[in-house]
């Protein structure tokens, strides 16, 4: 408390002596003006964070998807890892089996590749 007042006894000894200061103190202080593209620049450094923190989010799903997804498959395999690979095995030693699980990998391979084809092929319709 003492320290305060005698910085306050300070300043008041020095506007009493010194008119200049007095005056200076008693002016308005003009408002500091706005650059005229305020707001623009606002709302960009809004649209910035806006965008930021969307990929943030869509960083931490990518995430949570990818953790949940090998945690699931990890349980599966332990659970069930022995039996599906015994089946595999049984399944791959007759030999016409082996046939039909080729053509189907093929068929599959075909499809995926002409569906990834077809969707390149429209939406370079669409950005024309």
């Known amino acids: 408390m003492k320290t305060e007042d005698k910085q306050l006894s300070t300043v008041n000894c020095q506007l009493s002596t010194n008119p200049s200061a007095l005056r200076q103190a008693l002016t308005p202080i003009e408002p500091k003006r706005l650059p005229t593209n305020f707001a623009y620049t606002t709302m960009q450094r809004i649209r910035r964070e806006q965008v930021e923190a969307d990929r943030r ?18 349980v599966f395999v332990y659970f069930f890892g022995l039996k599906i690979w015994q089946s595999f095995r049984t399944t791959f030693i007759q030999s016409d089996t082996v046939a039909l699980i080729l053509s189907t990998l093929f068929c599959l391979t075909f499809f995926a590749l002409l569906n990834h084809w077809l969707a390149k092929r429209q939406t370079r319709t669409y950005c024309k």
């Open 57 to 74: 989010e869509q960083i931490i799903a990518i995430a949570t998807i990818v953790t949940v997804s090998v945690l699931g498959i990890a």
